[in-house]
T-cell receptor, first 113, second 109 residues
Framework: DTGVSQNPRHKITKRGQNVTFRCDPI?????LYWYRQTLGQGPEFLTYFQNEAQLEKSRLLSDRFSAERPKGSFSTLEIQRTEQGDSAMYLC???????????FGPGTRLTVL | EDQVTQSPEALRLQEGESSSLNCSYTVSGLRGLFWYRQDPGKGPEFLFT???AGEEKEKERLKATLTKKESFLHITAPKPEDSATYLCAVQEYGNKLVFGAGTILRVKS
């Protein structure tokens, strides 16, 4: 059990650029979650997948954000036309349907200049 | 809307000085309450899940308890390596977790 992995670990981009993050969940975990965390706050839910189906999206998630999990394994989170307010730690978590305990990856730290 | 409030925001303890962290919540139907530990620059690390009032779970120097309105994380004889941010989260009928802002714990030797 290798744990949840995320790439890249750090990303610095200029405002207006597009960025894409990848998450590889624990093998055989059918649920995959994305959260965003800013300094001094707890993680905030963005969206989640059960297998390849995206079942819930936060109403806070703007149209510039899109997530996919095409084969029910890894997932990508894309942010288009980045803004300085998008600077945050983006966390991925995975779980089994049976237990639904969410295990988190190390996160991707995004800095938008 | 789910609300999770953690107190205190920060706590400084001497090594061996036991204390408790509080997590109060308002949800219409609690499926589970989760405690995580987070070290700087890292993702949250799962500690405990509690499902019903009266339930208790222990792991090394940590003990988590749950009532109908709040949860406590008791830390007995803490060591410097227990220094971290402790996050509480609730899960209602959906699957997402709603987190509090966390308690920053510093244990000095």
């Amino acid at each position: 059990d290798t744990g949840v992995s995320q790439n890249p670990r750090h990303k610095i981009t200029k405002r207006g650029q597009n960025v894409t993050f990848r998450c590889d969940p624990i093998s055989e975990h059918n649920r995959l979650y994305w959260y965003r965390q800013t300094l001094g706050q707890g993680p905030e839910f963005l969206t989640y997948f059960q297998n390849e189906a995206q079942l819930e999206k936060s109403r806070l998630l703007s149209d510039r954000f899109s997530a996919e999990r095409p084969k029910g394994s890894f997932s990508t989170l894309e942010i288009q036309r980045t803004e300085q307010g998008d600077s945050a730690m983006y966390l991925c978590a995975s779980s089994l349907i049976a237990t639904d305990t969410q295990y988190f990856g190390p996160g991707t730290r995004l800095t938008v200049l | 809307e789910d609300q999770v409030t953690q107190s205190p925001e920060a706590l400084r303890l001497q090594e061996g000085e036991s204390s408790s962290l509080n997590c109060s919540y308002t949800v219409s139907g609690l499926r589970g309450l989760f405690w995580y530990r987070q070290d700087p620059g890292k993702g949250p690390e799962f500690l405990f899940t509690l499902y019903s009032a009266g339930e208790e779970k222990e792991k090394e120097r940590l003990k988590a308890t749950l009532t109908k309105k709040e949860s406590f994380l008791h830390i007995t004889a803490p060591k410097p390596e227990d220094s971290a941010t402790y996050l509480c989260a609730v899960q209602e009928y959906g699957n997402k977790l709603v987190f509090g802002a966390g308690t920053i714990l510093r244990v000095k030797s």
